[in-house]
């Protein structure tokens, strides 16, 4: 159980109580007003219910080791602030630049999560953090097909602010940036809307800039039993402090939209291995109907094709390996060299084990999956993401004991 969750079961049970009626309201009132609670056992922005914006972004440390705890320290303060709606604190007067940026001073707390995370470039010699870089973190390999821009990819430190307003979202990520002046330079930020994977129950499942469903056969963040069997890092992990934590993967993927848009509906479903309208597998009616992967047509070819992509990412084909996607679109205009759209997903994916779990599932895609000649890779970053914080800590307090 997430923990935003919990405490919303928890204020639930106090108001039976009749003791914080008031704070119900306010954390669970009209739909901008939705908060999730930083502190807790997990970080939010991992199961929370998929949000409809993004803004996303990664650091590189150029300060000493006292100055990265010291920000980390800075930065959970201020999150526990925005996630509640409010601003930085403070303003020494009109002959200084006022300490919050004030283009989200009139919004809601639009159900904003932050999620921090550590890159593997973090875990330095310089930094005195070599010796605490747990062995999940790994060096991604390279993939077939992968066209990754340095620029889009990498990072010491990221941040994932999710919202139900772009503005909230952006502004989280801006006034962090600012806080880390002098300790972090920016190294690429990634804005999304439009979340493509479903979340709450009933929610209707959301449509990718393919035009088909997206996150229909995604891990169900409300089981706790699969959230640990595939999300969380397990007690007495090899490196303590992350224990309770995840890891994540991001990866910009391009969309041929253009090319893609010109295939015909029933080789579009054959890419997938999934009707467009309703979400079915090929081989049922319902979008809930578990693909059957091995039933045959009446000239024995596979009803949902060899190369689908539904069949390259399946389980059975991954030595069980699966993930919770979180993913957003994207559009970030035209590529200048082709004056084609810029446009796909960004997708975002949690683990406990990326080498058995990203990797396995990706090096399958990069080679046998009928969507590759429609996507390219071109950006990719991994980031460790501690537990949440306890009231009172900062995030990855544990990383300098
Ligand atoms: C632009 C790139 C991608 C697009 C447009 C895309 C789209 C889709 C769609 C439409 C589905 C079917 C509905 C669903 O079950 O969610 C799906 C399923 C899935 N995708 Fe992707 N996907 C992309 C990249 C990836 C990548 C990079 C991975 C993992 C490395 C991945 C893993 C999965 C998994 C695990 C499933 C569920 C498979 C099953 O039925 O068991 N996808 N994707």
Redesign the pocket.
């Known amino acids: 159980v997430s923990e935003d969750r919990g405490s919303l079961t928890r204020r639930q049970a106090l108001r039976g109580l009749g003791l914080v009626a008031g704070a119900l309201a306010a954390s669970a009132g009209p739909a901008g007003a939705v908060r999730h609670a930083f502190h807790g056992a997990h970080q939010s922005g991992v199961t929370t219910p998929v949000q409809s914006h993004l803004a996303m972004a990664a650091f590189d440390v150029v300060g000493s080791r006292g100055d990265l705890e010291a920000l980390l320290a800075r930065w959970t303060r201020a999150a526990a602030r925005f996630v509640e709606g409010e601003p930085l604190p403070g303003s020494a007067g009109p002959t200084y630049p006022p300490a919050d940026t004030g283009e989200a001073r009139d919004l809601p707390a639009a159900g904003l999560t932050l999620t921090f995370g550590l890159g593997p470039s973090l875990f330095r010699e310089e930094l005195g953090l070599s010796a605490r870089r747990p062995r999940a973190l790994i060096d991604l390999p390279s993939f077939p097909g992968d066209r990754l821009d340095p620029a889009r990819g990498g990072g010491d430190l990221m941040v994932q602010a999710c919202a139900d307003d772009p503005v909230v979202a952006f502004h989280a990520v801006r006034n962090l940036t600012r806080l880390g002046e002098g300790v972090v330079v920016s190294r690429w930020l990634q804005l999304g809307a439009g979340r493509t994977s479903s979340s709450e129950p009933g929610q209707r499942t959301p449509r990718?800039l393919?035009g088909?469903?997206?996150?229909?056969?995604?891990l169900d963040p409300r089981d706790p039993r699969s959230m640990a069997r595939y999300v969380w890092v397990a007690p007495r992990s090899d490196q303590r402090w992350m224990d309770g934590g995840t890891y994540l993967v991001a990866?910009r993927?391009r969309?041929h939209l253009e090319a893609w848009a010109a295939l015909s509906l029933g080789a579009q479903e054959a890419t997938?291995g999934?009707r467009r309208d309703s979400?079915a597998p090929l081989t049922g009616t319902r979008e809930s109907d578990p693909?059957r992967l091995d039933v045959r047509g009446p000239y024995g070819a596979l009803v949902i094709p060899e190369g689908a992509?539904?069949r390259a990412?399946?389980?059975s084909r991954n030595a069980g390996a699966r993930?919770l996607?979180r993913g957003f679109t994207f559009t970030d205009g035209l590529d200048p060299r082709t004056g084609e759209l810029d446009a796909?997903?960004m997708?975002l994916?949690f683990q406990n084990d990326p080498a058995r779990q990203?990797v396995t599932?990706?090096s399958t895609?990069a080679t046998s999956d009928a969507?590759s000649t429609y996507?390219t890779h071109t950006g990719s970053a991994i980031f460790a993401c501690p537990p949440g914080a306890a009231r009172g800590d900062a995030i990855a307090t544990g990383l300098f004991d």
């Open positions: 990718n393919l088909f469903k997206d996150g229909t056969a995604n990866r993927i969309i997938i999934r979400g693909p992509h539904i990412a399946s389980p993930l996607r796909g997903l997708f994916c990203f599932l990706q895609l969507l996507v």
